[in-house]
């Protein structure tokens, strides 16, 4: 639910009894797609806000810390990335810092709603500067029948930049799509998956997401928590699982010396978000030992 009250943008997460709001200067646009009601608003502190069905889904202020734990833990744990596909990830984010690690030769982005990328093209440039990148690839479709059609070991990594595990995005946070994932990975693949908070949902979402990744043949998962202030509770997280690799492990030489900017991930904070909470390691304690072998 959200509320515009006196120049404030609120997202209110009724279940949880918590809220977030923005002081926002004007909405700068706003429209029904074929698959949801978005909103572009310009905020006093935050830059440009994108809200998809009245949830918050990036500024320009604080997109980077999302972007870089959604896309360098992952391609630094593959021992050497090459095609990378981003399902979802309309407002290119991801592709940009994907397409920072010179080693990859193609990127998919599998977008459903193309108004998202279009609209991200025109209020979120710097997000989409690597769009005319050779080896950027987009499809503006199904992400789940895409990854089903995928050749069998065609892949190296698989990043899942979905929204909530709701409506459109529902299909990507089940059994069968991380089954269809683990045979389009090669050996030695990663799929990585946006696992939403830690504070609220260990317990139901992350543990589900464990589960079906070890039901689907992963063996090895981890998640990684990391802020992200716009989001419920201002603490986010992902969730990585190898397709017979640990994922606590990565190459840290690269990662310490990697040829690009970024401005959160390093390879220390890489190796303290494998350091989960105490209370995630007892929800999770079963899937934690058996990923650290």
Known sequence: MTVLNDGWFTEVFQDQGTAFS??????????QTEFQKLEIWET???????????????TSRDNFLYHEMMTH????????????VIVGGGDCGTLKEVLKH??????????????????????????CESNTDPRANFF???????????????????????TDPVGPAEGLFALDFYRDCMIALREGGIIVQQ?????????????????????????????????????????WSCTMAGKEKPVVYFREEDADQRPFVTRYY????????????????DVLEDEVMSSER
């Open 266 to 281: 390093n390879a220390d904070i890489h190796r303290g978000a494998l350091a989960m909470p105490q209370f995630m390691v």
């Open 22 to 31: 923005l002081q926002v200067k004007k909405k700068l646009h706003e429209e």
């Open 73 to 84: 833990p992952a391609l630094f744990t593959h021992r050497d990335p090459k095609k990378v």
């Open 140 to 162: 503006f479709g199904d992400g789940i029948q895409w990854i089903r059609d995928a050749v069998p070991e065609s892949l190296d990594v698989i990043i899942i930049d979905s």
């Open 195 to 235: 696992s939403e908070s830690p504070l609220l949902h260990t317990n139901t979402i992350i543990k589900t997401i464990h589960d079906d990744m070890k039901k689907a043949g992963f063996d090895h998962v981890r998640t990684l928590p990391f802020p992200q202030p716009v989001y419920p509770t201002g603490w």
């Open 102 to 127: 010179p080693g990859v030769e193609e990127a998919w982005q599998v977008e459903i709603d193309e108004r998202v990328t279009r609209l991200s093209e025109q209020y979120f440039p710097e997000l």
């Open 44 to 58: 006093e502190t935050f830059g440009n806000l994108m809200v998809l069905d009245g949830c918050v889904m990036l």
